[in-house]
């Protein structure tokens, strides 16, 4: 009844074809890129940007990071309320997204009429693949509209012309009366509030006999291509079309999903975005090949508000398979963490960096800014006991009141962050010190009791 694809031309092309279908949107984008932002005019004078002539070049120009951004945004100005990396004049904007913020400073990113219209494609097309059909009575949870799954993922719903149902900001139980009542058939949450809301279902303290959810859909964290999250969403939701979708707010809200066979999200934003894989560490440019794991690097060749070139996503990515049975030709990935440290505790999202940032501001006088968290293996993201953390003392304190100060501080961090940890203080100097960047998370050798 409905039709297969989206975008059937692009998303059944072969990989290769589509690559070059982009380069010459790519190099259209470089060469007009210093012309249009102040940003990239300073960040690409060294490079030469005309004369780009395929997606393989790019590996020639410069990565653009958030840190670049966040020092792009450090002023804003009533000309450019975005910042330098404002690319139109304000009176061609006509949206704003901003980050969560929940490491630092939200930054903002812009759309104007155009932008609007590939985002609102882009995503409808990420839905498209997870199955949302026009017929759908679709529940959107995010309840946040100015962030990247809030208003774009309701004009993404709309456009496939599923029925949108903005129940996201209403308490739990309205939330499941609603969805029985309304006959809701799609809902899309946070991957934390699908499971809390499965647990409430299955707990029976709410009227759920009228709810019949077909399809589930969430993102925004790494969690859903666990089997036993995905289990526990299936029992407690009653569904079986479970998918997985992700996005990134500066570049697009909604980009990968999953489609049919359930096993790795499709890249299908490929009429706007280029996508490259690379080495975090060595920033080199991997092959797509199967089992590739790295960090997945963006170009929005067509956006015209707020470019960006290479950006460095920070998420990394493992590819799954680049030959569906379902027809698709794009790459499909599994998401192994988003940013390099992020950690959920409970369901929570928590930075490591946050935790030390705590600590420092209350006990800055009797511990060093030298924090550990131990992890049990290197894909561990979640934590459902008390986090394991180390933190050097200051040498002004005696090691006889380490025990009282661990304890104080795990106390302080589950008032205020709502986290439990494990404290152990350890003497001064007992951690490595490096002149690059020091990580604060470890993983634990195995076999290790420490
Ligand atoms: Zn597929």
Known sequence: MYKSFWNEELETKPWKEVLEWQSNKIAHFVSALPSRSNFYREHLSKNKTRGLKTYEHL??????????????QAVLTQTEPFGRNQSVNQEEIIQSVCSSGTTGSPMYYALTRK???VWVDGIANTFYTTGIRADDMVAHLVSLPMVAGGMSYADGFRKIGATLCWLGGFPKERILREMGRLHITAM????????????????GSSNTDEINIKKYLSGGEP?????????KIEEGLGVKHIREMMGLGDVMSAMWGECEMQNGMHFNAQRYVAIELIDPETCETLPMNEGAVGEVVYTTFEREATPLLRYRSRDHMQLIGSDCACGRTSPKFQCIGRTDDMIIYKGMNIFPTAIREFVMKQFGG??????????????????????PLEIEASSKISSKSYPELANDISNKIRQHMQVRTD????????????????????????????
């Open 115 to 117: 932008d609007l219209d």
């Open 188 to 203: 899309l949450a946070t991957t934390s509030f699908g499971v809390h809301l499965a647990e409430e279902m299955q707990s």
């Open 59 to 72: 590996s020639d120009l410069p990565f653009t990071t958030k840190q670049d951004i966040r020092d792009a």
């Open 223 to 231: 969690g859903l291509a666990q089997p036993k999250i995905r289990q």
């Open 366 to 387: 009797q511990v060093e800014p030298q924090l550990r968290i131990w992890k049990d293996h290197a894909h561990q993201v979640k934590f459902d006991t008390p986090i």
């Open 423 to 450: 404290v152990k203080i350890l003497p001064p100097a007992s951690f490595p010190r490096s002149s690059y960047k020091t990580p604060l998370v470890y993983v634990r050798e195995p076999g290790s009791k420490k």
